[in-house]
């Protein structure tokens, strides 16, 4: 006699889920697969390629370059935008009707949508009218962005920075936050310098939320297209062109849809990588 | 070791934390500040630790003045409700912790922590970090912070409030332990008037920004100076009702009366406040001068081997505390007997007439 134990209804309360992931993310993911594994013509014609593309692809020049470029930007302005979002929101008043002030100022740059960011720095950059270019050069500084790469990156990093630091002072800001005061009073009790009280105590109660903080800024900016591609297009030559301004005109410019893919599920599997790597290990020692 | 308030106020704008307070602490002594939450308790732990500074009178301590002094110039040590620790140091690095501002030497920190940690049943978790350690250790860690640093003035602002009960247990019996002999002035503050039985001592209770007392804990509780203090020194909450005194009886209502005491023969016949503990009322009459009293059965709470019956007469509600399980039923009519012997009298401006 075969009783069933398990209730089987359960099913048709993932259902929903199960549709949407497979048309949010496994089918998408899927049809790139596909292109990297193929050779794409008209008319729905394709022919098994195996790994060629990502061969192609690793050991192609272009790609080589554009992924150096790629982790070039992150590293700046990480390396910027960490620190520099901490010290803002440790200097932050923690009290007071100024708290509001200070958190809608920081909170402006994000709510703008990313292609008028990118439009408002092209502008404010030029070196004719602009109000950044045409103060640097009345400086003597020779800057344009749209012929020299130097000026270019040294502008597609401020306005990252401009854009992306609040979100780690916002970010810092909520773990300082939930510090309980006790912590104060009792290093105050020790007689803590207040280099001792943000080293031994605000950094180490920030940490999760920096990782996280962390996290959101290496993979936004890791992916980053419509403000450098508003910008500078990835110019001039190719100075900004990061992956994924790169992937772009290889999928829509050139129409290769093979390459494209390969880089895709590269660039994909970079990401991914990485973040949990970093997740991993700083959170190693936290495990309760 | 003596630390005194002269006429100490704070207030933060309009609001008054602690009105003009005049307190002084014993010499080296175990001294308990009990009130309700929102009392005052932390702002007059704060003003004696000198993180807080009064809005007007003085603080000396030891013979000084040292209103206005920081903190740090004060020798105070002080652990919290919350477990207090430095996050990423791990435990004797926690402990170690003042020694290392104060620049103390390398071996004697070794010898100073190795001995608190010993007192404080730290010594085998010394290697690990505040996270992996328990509530209770965590707790352990702090106290041991405070001891380490031989202050002469040590505050605990609820420390055992946080842990569950078992752990509460504990700590509570090693607490005056610690500190004896060690010359330390200590401020222990507690909502539990059942804590501060435990823990001896001299006990302030506070009431919304007021001392209303200050004494040896037991005589506090035997002999409050005012209806204030019997109120805040009290859990369950002090049943009070308006008596008269009638040549040698006092008269609760028609038909409930009861002798007076040897010690009451000399007060005036008039209107007082008496103020009956839940325990000196039970369901079974006790020795001595148990008085009747019959009242319709409200709430019943039992825990363990007590139980805790309100019941209503007339217009006012009484609580009774026993020894045992009564399993009253809810709304029947129930006689209980009040303790007469033990009733305690105010008069007619809440201050203590007879204990």
Known sequence: ?288 | MTLEFKQVEKRAGAETHIYPTDLKLEDGGFNILLGTTLSGKTTMLHLMAGLDRPTSGQVWFNGKNVTGAPVQKRNVSMVHQQFINYPNFNVFENIASPLRIQRTPAAEINKRVASVAELLNLAPLLKRSPHELSGGQQQRTALARALVKDADLVLLDEPLANLDFKLREELRDELPKLFENRGCTVVYATSEPNEALLLGGHTATLHEGQVTQFGRTEEIYRRPKDLRSAQVFADPPMNTAPVAKRGDTFVLNETVNWPTMERQRTLSDSAYTVGIRPHHITPVAGRGHAVPVEGEVLITEFSGSESVIHFRIGERTWVSQSQGIHPFEIGSRAQFFIDAANCIYFGPDNELVSA
């Open chain 1, 1 to 288: 006699m075969t009783v069933k134990l398990t209730n089987q209804k359960a099913w048709f309360l993932v259902a929903p889920v199960v549709v949407l992931v497979a048309f949010n993310a496994v089918i998408p993911l899927m049809t790139v697969v596909n292109y990297s594994v193929q050779e794409s013509f008209g008319n729905n014609i394709f022919f098994w390629e195996g790994v060629k593309w990502f061969e192609e692809v690793l050991h192609s020049e272009r790609f080589a370059a554009s992924l150096m470029r790629q982790i070039f930007f992150t590293s700046v302005i990480l390396l910027i935008e960490i620190p520099f979002g901490v010290a803002i929101a440790l200097s932050m008043p923690r009290k007071g009707p100024w708290v509001s002030v200070c958190l809608v100022l920081m909170a402006l740059p994000l709510l703008i949508p990313w292609n008028v960011v990118g439009a408002m720095w092209n502008i404010f950059s030029l070196p004719d009218i602009g109000l950044l270019g045409k103060a640097l050069n009345s400086l003597g500084i020779g800057y344009d962005y749209t012929q020299e790469p130097i000026s270019a990156w040294f502008t597609v990093i401020l306005m990252d920075v401009w854009h992306w630091t609040s979100l780690v002072v916002l970010l810092a800001f909520a773990g300082l936050s939930s510090i309980p005061e006790a912590y104060y009073h009792a290093a105050k009790i020790d007689g803590a310098s207040p280099w001792a009280i943000v080293r031994y105590i605000e950094l180490p109660k920030m940490k999760r939320v920096l990782i996280i903080a962390f996290l959101l800024r290496f993979m936004d900016s890791f992916m980053i297209y419509t403000e450098p591609f508003v910008l500078t297009g990835g110019g001039p030559g190719n100075a900004t062109t990061f992956l994924s301004i790169d992937l772009v005109k290889v999928a829509l410019g050139q129409f290769d849809l093979g390459p494209a893919g390969a880089i895709s599920l590269i660039y994909f599997l970079i990401i991914l990588l990485t973040c949990w790597l970093f997740y991993t290990l700083t959170m190693k020692d936290e495990a309760q």
